[in-house]
């Protein structure tokens, strides 16, 4: 009923910037949190970040200065703007969702590959 796409990911190479945006559509009552997980080979996924329905915002220690989320509740949309990025922020990320209709479910979007490299 609801489906979370992914785009802006790419190759960029260390110090450059990637900006990730997730649009959420179909049977939507409200967002609550939006957020970013991400997911190396061989590594367990982890939360990036995550924003509330009010604004309130969460990072990774690993991410923290350097990345920044965003939400645009008219269009039920999650931004993800990386600078300075780093090798290691290699992965596939995915954008999650918490809506509610009648019930309160977590939606993951399909994943956008961001790969850092010289």
């Known amino acids: 009923q609801v489906q979370l796409v992914e785009s802006g990911g790419g190759l960029v190479q260390p110090g450059g910037s990637l900006r990730l945006s997730c649009a959420a559509s179909?049977?939507?009552?409200?967002?609550?949190?939006m957020g970013w997980y991400r997911q190396a080979p061989g590594k367990q996924r982890e939360l990036v970040a995550a924003?509330?329905?009010?604004?309130?915002?969460n990072y990774a220690d690993s991410v923290k200065g350097r990345f920044t989320i965003s939400r645009d509740n008219a269009k039920n949309t999650v931004n993800l703007q990386m600078n300075n990025l780093k090798p290691e922020d290699t992965a596939v990320y995915y954008c999650q969702a918490n809506i509610q209709y009648d019930v309160l479910r977590v939606y993951w979007g399909q994943g956008t590959q961001v790969t850092v490299s010289s």
């Open positions: 179909g049977k939507i009552f409200r967002i609550y949190t």
């Open positions: 924003v509330t329905s009010g604004g309130s915002t």
